[in-house]
């Protein structure tokens, strides 16, 4: 038995056992006539003694040779300890060793194995198996274990069969990029990796399975922001014989359950917000609702004065910042900086303080006196001592502007509480969307998301009108699930593709297979996906996704530890038939 027990384990009760035990050297303390070792595993840390008096000599020898991180065995006795540690688990006691095996030795790591490590970034990535014995970086694979636990077991009681579906497909259309795997035996053929299973858990619908989830890897080849992973994992889920209603339901009850497992809070009934509010009082279609700060549209009492910048703005709209009016000329003047860095974006930046004795000092004062600036002040719900900031320009711009201000303020002041959660449904999304570039209409979600009923006509005369059954659920500012109701007939699904631009001939050779299924008794279905490892950092009260993945991507795409994406050679390149012509 190469152990009887876990570093983790041993209590004073256990004083007098003969243990085995075996583990990492976390750290060794020589003072010749005494080594004290602290022998690490995922268990925890249990300390070591090795003296003079009772150790014999070579032992003494091997255990002042001990190096950071070797992996050893020892036998010993559970003492009582001196000096107790009354902040380890294990703190009464130590092991007075009476026999030791290294198992293995070990280079000095390249950084130190301890909760708060000296390791950057990119040497952590590098070495991430060493990463993972770090107590911070175990603590969440074991946290995401949980989560995923949970997830398998609440889905499971609620009949939810989970199916797995296959890697090597064709296309599925999720708004990005696919990445592809060429086919050996089929020369000049490609498979492409899911961007999502979503087409094969509509072909089990209508195979009957009724309620199926996975725990899923997706793959999208994305331009990489900060914080994606070209492969991340999805909770995937579809229901036949559903309405939009029993979705919104069950998989509230799932979030539910999932908050008062994990983080022990209740939620009551998750609220519910249309896209186009979402949008109008948050410029945003995730809105974090843990503050207010709600957008308040000033066009009708601005744009009646000889200020032309907001004259000719499409939209005007403000914000209250409780207490703004403490900043002083010089903050303001940065904030005014921060909108228009190049990530944001804003020309500029109008303002208006409430003084305490409800009086009114705008940086438009030329324009507008105390009875205009008081209908800002309504409009956007400021009260004395608050700063009205206030932007201008084309509607979507400046709610997306206005809205990363909200959001930074709220940080600022503290309003963004990691131990605060507050869900929320975004519903009736509209079904396409603009690309401003080609100035054509695309999926808003993708293309086997359905109209609302009655709304397949406007599809000709007004497209960007019609509105889906699609919903995300938003927590704490993010999008942490979205689905739709799907077409299910093969009439509509055609209209559908014919209008995002397929021709009758791609529609077929990309959706066919679809297509036909609907043909053959296709049930009334719909689903959604979560997003696994953002909602495992939400819950977890973080930030990084990364943090919760074993090995992550680094910001490039890369893999660092086994330097991957890696050219292949020539022979294996002509396996494939591929050539390469770089020039
Ligand atoms: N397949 C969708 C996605 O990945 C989710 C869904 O519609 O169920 O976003």
């Known amino acids: 038995m190469y152990r009887t027990h876990t570093n983790g384990q041993l209590r004073a009760a256990d004083i007098t056992k003969k243990v085995t035990l075996a583990g990492w050297v976390q750290k060794t303390r020589d003072k010749g006539f005494m080594v004290w070792v602290d022998l690490r595993d995922r268990y925890g840390i249990t300390q070591l003694i090795f003296d003079e008096e009772r150790t014999p000599k070579e032992m003494m020898a091997t255990a002042s040779q001990l190096g950071r991180e070797f992996v050893i065995q020892v036998t010993g006795t559970v003492i009582e300890r001196e000096s107790k540690n009354p902040n380890m688990p294990t703190g009464d006691i130590e092991i007075l060793v009476s026999e030791i095996t290294v198992l293995n030795k070990s280079l000095t790591p390249p950084f130190t194995i301890e909760d708060e490590t000296d390791g950057g970034e990119d040497l952590r990535m590098k070495y991430r198996y060493l990463d993972i014995r770090r107590k911070p970086v175990r603590n969440n694979l074991v946290f995401r274990h949980k989560v995923t636990m949970a997830v398998r ?154 200020f032309n910048v907001f004259n000719t703005a499409e939209l005007v709209v403000g914000i209250a910042v409780p207490g703004g009016n403490s900043y002083t000329r010089k903050e303001i003047d940065k904030l005014i900086d921060w909108v228009k860095r190049p990530q944001v974006g804003a020309l500029g930046m109008v303002y208006c303080r409430v003084n305490d004795d409800g009086s009114y000092k705008s940086s438009v004062d030329k324009f507008y006196d105390q009875e205009d600036l008081a209908k800002w002040a309504e409009v956007t719900g400021a009260s004395k001592g608050d700063l009205i900031c206030v932007l201008s320009g084309d509607t979507g711009k400046v709610r997306a502007q206005l809205s990363a201000l909200r959001m930074e303020l709220a940080e600022r002041l503290g309003l963004r509480k990691a131990d605060e959660f507050a869900p929320l449904w975004v519903v009736d999304f509209p079904l396409l969307e603009l690309d401003e570039e080609t100035g054509h209409y695309h999926a808003m979600h993708h293309p086997f998301t359905s109209p609302k009923p009655g709304q397949l006509e406007l599809l000709d005369t007004n497209p960007g009108d019609v509105k889906a059954n699609a919903y995300d659920l938003v927590l704490n500012g993010n999008e942490i699930g979205g689905g739709s109701i799907r077409i299910h007939d093969k009439k509509t699904q055609a209209i559908m593709l014919k209008h995002l631009g397929f021709s009758e001939e791609e529609a077929k050779a990309q959706f066919g297979f679809l297509m036909d299924a609907f043909e053959y008794g296709a049930p009334p279905h719909g689903g959604i996906a979560f997003g696994l490892d953002r909602l495992v950092a939400i819950l977890g009260g973080q930030e990084t996704i990364r943090d919760f993945i074993a090995f992550p991507k680094n910001n490039a795409g890369r893999d660092v530890m086994i330097d991957a994406p890696a050219p292949l050679d020539t022979e294996q390149l002509e396996e494939l038939h591929l050539k390469l012509d770089m020039e």
């Open 153 to 306: 077991n609440y889905l499971s009681e609620k009949e939810f069969i989970e199916v797995e579906t296959p890697y090597l497909i064709k296309s599925t259309p999720e708004g990005a990029r696919d990445f592809v795997v060429p086919s050996r035996m089929n020369e000049g053929q490609f498979y492409a990796l899911p961007q999502s299973p979503q087409t094969f858990k509509q072909l089990l619908m209508v195979g009957g399975m009724d309620k199926y989830f996975q725990i899923v890897k997706c793959f999208r080849d994305e331009d990489l922001r900060a914080d994606r992973q070209p492969e991340f994992t999805q909770i995937d889920c579809e229901m036949a014989f559903i309405e939009q209603e029993d979705i919104l339901n069950t998989f509230e009850g799932l979030t539910r359950h999932l908050l008062k497992e994990i983080n022990g809070v209740e939620i009551g009934d998750f609220p519910r917000m249309q896209y186009d509010d979402a949008m109008r009082l948050y410029g945003n279609d995730k809105p974090d609702i843990r503050f207010g700060m709600r957008f308040g549209e000033l066009n009708k009492v601005a744009q009646h004065k000889d």
